[in-house]
């Protein structure tokens, strides 16, 4: 199963961040710096809950009614105003408004700082990271693929790469400079093999003196 930021940045791709660019009258590369923050700063943000069952239990509600089918339409979310009843930016923005609260103004600012964005681009690239990725996530659901415990895996799968990706601007607004791989094979510390060589030897020494005095 791909990842979700593998999923997402492969729809966010050079022709579709020329076209935003221009839409969003900013630069190409500020552009796409600040699409890859929101997208792992939305990571990071439903990481933070993997561990409480109700705001699971939430999301996974707020994810099963999200429309599944942007990733396949990236430039449908470049179109200013209303695309529908549901328009997927208004769902959006109230789902990660109520995962962010108030730390939502700080995260412009860091993203901002980061991506070298002007504040609309910041403000316009989060309505189209945070529709692309709740639908990423919202297609699997919807299509049967994952129950509660399996969107709390498939985000803790995401982990190393969301903490590969996310900015420390970012991570200190989220509080999440912590995250790394669960379970990840972290090397051994290179001193506890010559103190417990050297414990080894001293205790050999003490049996072969021992046995010296008995005889």
Known sequence: MAHILDSVKEYLDPEFITEAALVLRDGEASTARALNAWSAAILAGLLKHVENPKAMNRIYSGLDHFPPNLTAHPGALLRTGHQSQNDPKNISGHLLGQLFGPRITALHAAIAQVSGAAPATVSETLGIAGPMVLSALGARLQAGELSVSGLTNLLLAEQPRVAAML?????????????????????????????????????????????????
């Not at 601007?169 to 094979?185: F, N, Q, R, Y």
């Not at 090397?187 to 003490?206: C, D, F, H, K, R």
């Open 167 to 215: 900015p420390a601007e970012i991570a200190e607004v989220l509080d999440a400079h912590t995250l790394e791989a669960p379970g990840s094979d972290q090397p051994e510390p290179a001193v506890g093999t010559p103190w417990g060589l050297a414990l080894l030897l001293l205790m050999s020494i003490g049996v072969a003196v021992l046995l010296w005095l008995r005889q």
